[in-house]
Nanobody, 122 residues
Framework: QVQLVESGGGLVQAGGSLRLSCAAS????????MGWFRQAPGKEREFVATIKWSGKTTYYADSVKGRFTISRDNAKNTVYLQMYSLKPEDTAVYYC???????????????WGQGTQVTVSS
């Protein structure tokens, strides 16, 4: 069982930045691909970014490409989402997730965190 705990959300003005963190309990964290998803009120959960276990390969949703960066530190069992140039439409609850079968943009991950709220004001 992998427990994931997100942090770093908050309220920020449009154009600002935030860095989300997701700490994993599992010492075999490095064996999982990690992903970030988000869900806005009344909308489906959507893919944001994913990163391979090695950290060498990443993939982004078109809506965040060039503004968000996913990274990981396997020594700290932590994955990050650095968000720049935030827009009001980025407002959502952000979830991190772990997947043993590799990277995926579908929400078919094995473990999920509880989410952290990001609110971008205009």
């Amino acid at each position: 069982q992998v427990q994931l705990v997100e942090s770093g959300g908050g309220l920020v003005q449009a154009g600002g930045s935030l860095r989300l963190s997701c700490a994993a309990s599992e010492r075999t964290f490095s064996g999982y691909a990690m992903g970030w998803f988000r869900q806005a009120p009344g909308k489906e959960r959507e893919f944001v970014a994913t990163i391979k276990w090695s950290g060498k390969t990443t993939y982004y949703a078109d809506s965040v490409k060039g503004r968000f960066t996913i990274s990981r530190d396997n020594a700290k069992n932590t994955v990050y989402l650095q968000m720049y140039s935030l827009k009001p439409e980025d407002t959502a609850v952000y979830y991190c997730a772990a997947r043993s079968a590799g990277m995926s943009s579908s929400p078919d991950y094995d473990y999920w965190g509880q989410g952290t709220q990001v609110t971008v004001s205009s």
